[in-house]
């Protein structure tokens, strides 16, 4: 069973640039999770999606945003980047019949904006 | 709204000394609780969880009861190892509207020296 994974493992990017980061969901599961992980802070919920459509969202501008795929990959579009975007991205996958809500993470994307 | 409180650390302890990190929340509803674990440069890993109240979640020697009347989880180990040191994140799950998130307490730093 292949769990969940992020690439790029790291990316540098200045000031007012775009991003896309991408998750690969845990085999069988179809809800993914972003979140966001400030150095030396507990991670914060960005969104959800769930059948290719985004079901849920924390408190984060529009810049960000994302897609979910038929094969339940995902993306995660950071636009205008900011310096405060500096940070780990880390995706989560579950089962939509989670029961107990429990996520799966991958090992995480460490963005840097200079 | 529903939030996570952790002691603050960093907790520095000698091998084999008993480990504890409190943790409490404030939810609605019955959330299901969890102790996530993060190695340096790496995602989260899920140590344990407990679903309802007066369960206890147990792995790896790390043991915490959800306990509805104080509205605690706090994590315990007998013996700790310097493997241990880590960065150890409690977690409830909400539910809003038709999805469910994770909200993370910030964080305890856990370091075992032999």
């Known amino acids: 069973e292949t769990g969940v994974t992020q690439s790029p493992t790291h990316l540098i990017k200045t000031r007012g640039q775009q991003v896309t980061l991408r998750c690969s969901s845990q085999?069988?599961?179809?809800?993914v999770s972003w979140y966001q992980q400030a150095l030396g802070q507990g991670p914060q919920f960005i969104f959800q999606?769930?059948?290719?459509?985004?079901?849920g969202r924390g408190n984060f501008p529009p810049r960000f945003s994302g897609l979910q795929f038929p094969n339940y990959s995902s993306e995660l579009n950071v636009n205008a980047l900011e310096l405060d975007d500096s940070a780990l991205y880390l995706c989560?996958?579950?089962?939509?019949?989670?029961?107990?809500?429990?996520?799966?993470f991958g090992p995480g994307t460490r963005l840097t904006v200079l | 709204g529903d939030s996570v409180t952790q002691m603050e650390g960093p907790v520095t302890l000698s091998e084999e000394a008993f480990l504890t990190i409190n943790c409490t929340y404030t939810?609605?509803?019955?959330?299901?609780l969890f102790w996530y674990v993060q190695y340096p440069g790496e995602g989260l890993q899920l140590l344990l969880k407990a679903t309802k109240a007066d369960d206890k979640g147990s792995n790896k020697g790390f043991e915490a009861t959800y306990r509805k009347e104080t509205t605690s989880f706090h994590l315990e180990k007998g013996s700790v190892q310097v493997s241990d040191s880590a960065v150890y994140f409690c977690?409830?799950?909400?539910?809003?509207?038709?999805?469910?998130?994770?909200?993370f307490g910030a964080g305890t730093r856990l370091a075992v020296h032999p």
């Open positions: 999606y769930y059948r290719e459509e985004e079901n």
């Open positions: 989560a996958s579950s089962p939509r019949t989670s029961g107990d809500n429990e996520q799966f």
């Open positions: 939810a609605t509803g019955y959330p299901s």
């Open positions: 977690a409830l799950s909400a539910r809003s509207g038709g999805y469910n998130k994770l909200i």
């Open positions: 085999s069988g599961h179809n809800t």
